[in-house]
């Protein structure tokens, strides 16, 4: 595998289900972040993760649960979601940053997307 | 006010000629600056970053960046059909802000 990896790569669940979106980078980074993207819209950072520590929520609701277990696999835990939440998750990786640097200055390396729809 | 603005489009150009994407910004301390393409269906490919005021060129691609008017742009020469994708500029201060995307169509 190379570059940055999720899975599934489509999703269909119940307002009422739990699951979980996968990503795994292959780039060495040890930034990772989560993104929506609904039609039409921008992309809407939700969360970033440098060196497996949470540096920004993007004020996203509690139904979303991000997990960073190591630099290189994130996860997204859904539950209790809306149709509203219908959009790509799209994944990212890119180098860290040491404390006190941005490490958003760096160039992001995209997942393939996973395509949820909430029913 | 858009923290990052482009026209939606769609621009359409012929192939061969050049097409010219443009993007405003709103933040001053915006220290980086990005221009991925997307196919449909597909997530972003980076394809040009630029951080120093001037041009950057890349093979066909050249990053014009402009800071003190908040303008950056991404020329295309030689377009060809192949180029027809939405591509997004990203601006980077303390978090990277999308723009909503340009939408490409080069006609054969």
């Known amino acids: 595998e190379t570059g940055v990896t999720q899975t599934p790569r489509h999703l269909v669940m119940g307002m009422t289900n739990k699951k979980s979106l996968k990503c795994e980078q292959h780039?060495?980074?040890?930034?990772m972040y989560w993104y929506k993207q609904s039609a039409k819209k921008p992309l809407e950072l939700m969360f970033v993760y440098n060196f497996k520590e949470q540096t920004e929520n993007n004020s996203v609701p509690s139904r979303f649960s991000p997990e960073c277990p190591n630099s290189s696999h994130l996860f997204l835990h859904l539950h209790t979601l809306q149709p509203e939440d219908s959009a790509l998750y799209l994944c990212?990786?890119?180098?860290?940053?040491?404390?006190?640097?941005?490490?958003?200055?760096?160039?992001?390396?995209f997942g393939p997307g996973t395509r949820l729809t909430v029913l | 006010q858009k923290e990052v603005e482009q026209n939606s489009g769609p621009l359409s150009v012929p192939e061969g000629a050049i097409a010219s994407l443009n993007c405003t910004y709103s933040d001053r301390g915006s220290q980086s600056f990005f221009w991925y393409r997307q196919y449909s269906g597909k997530s972003p490919e980076l394809i040009m970053f630029?951080?120093?005021?001037g041009d950057k060129e890349d093979g066909r691609f050249t990053a014009q960046l402009n800071k003190a008017s908040q303008y950056v742009s991404l020329l295309i020469r030689d377009s060809q059909p192949s180029d027809s994708a939405t591509y997004l500029c990203a601006v980077n201060s303390y978090k990277l802000v999308f723009g909503a995307g340009t939408i490409l169509r080069v006609k054969s």
């Open positions: 990212a990786s890119s180098q860290g940053a040491g404390a006190g640097d941005i490490v958003s200055y760096n160039e992001q390396f």
């Open positions: 630029i951080y120093s005021n």
């Open positions: 780039l060495g980074h040890n930034a």
